[in-house]
């Protein structure tokens, strides 16, 4: 069974404290792993997405890698405006309908 | 720039009512896809549309529930004799095609059933 798994589930850091978030995942084959932030009672907002090992993205603060079996993405100097809960998820092959396979998320909390 | 519109953004329903929950797609986007997040729970896949056809139902509950784009309109999930557990958040997301196509959330509906 496709499967996502995201640790720590939650993470306190203080302002400017770097710190990595891990997403595993067990698929039949990998299309694409992709990185949300969601905010308390809003949409999943759209971060990051990877299609192949090796490869890495990066916005501002946060940086996607990805490995054959985990992606990690890395937060480097936040900022309190960077607390919120990210989301990884995958689409798989084989099939062809696109549907996103969440993980259980990381509530991050930065304090000032 | 208007992104994924869902409403109402809160519902309340009393238990044997019938929700409808809305989604206009991102402008141009012809994909849909509904998710629904229980408390404390993660985000699951419920089905896939584009329009006037199903293409995936693999999440949806065999019973009460049932969803529709049509080619004119919104994407409409309609969940017919609601109970408490059905009380959850409804997110839908568009993409402009499938495969490795990104997704863009809407704000979700929150359902709530008492």
């Known amino acids: 069974e496709d499967q996502v798994t995201q640790s720590p589930e939650a993470l306190r850091l203080q302002e400017g404290e770097s710190s990595s978030l891990n997403c595993s995942y067990t698929?039949?084959?990998?299309?694409?792993l992709f990185w949300y932030r969601q905010d308390p009672g809003k949409g999943p907002e759209f971060l990051f997405t990877?299609?192949?090992a090796g490869e890495e993205k990066e916005k501002e603060r946060l940086k996607a890698t990805l490995t054959k079996k985990e992606s990690f993405l890395h937060i480097t100097a936040p900022k309190p405006e960077d607390s919120a809960t990210y989301l990884c998820?995958?689409?798989?092959?084989?099939?062809?309908?696109?549907?996103?396979?969440f993980g259980q998320g990381t509530t991050l909390q930065v304090k000032p | 720039n208007a992104g994924v519109m869902q409403n109402p953004r809160h519902l309340v329903r009393r238990r044997g009512q019938e929700a409808r929950l809305r989604c206009s797609p991102v402008k141009g986007h012809s994909h849909v896809y509904w998710y629904r997040q229980l408390p404390e729970e993660g985000l699951k896949f419920m089905v896939y549309l584009q329009k006037e056809n199903i293409i995936d139902e693999s999440g949806m509950p065999k019973e009460r529930f049932s969803a529709e784009f049509p080619k004119e309109g919104p994407s409409i999930l309609r969940i017919q004799q609601v109970v408490r557990g059905d009380s959850a958040a409804y997110f839908c997301?568009?993409?402009?095609?499938?495969?490795?196509?990104?997704?863009?959330f809407g704000p979700g509906t929150r359902l709530l059933v008492l």
């Open positions: 990877l299609y192949s």
């Open positions: 997301a568009s993409s402009l095609d499938r495969g490795q196509e990104t997704q863009y």
């Open positions: 998820a995958v689409q798989v092959v084989p099939g062809n309908t696109g549907k996103l396979i």
């Open positions: 698929v039949s084959g990998l299309r694409g």
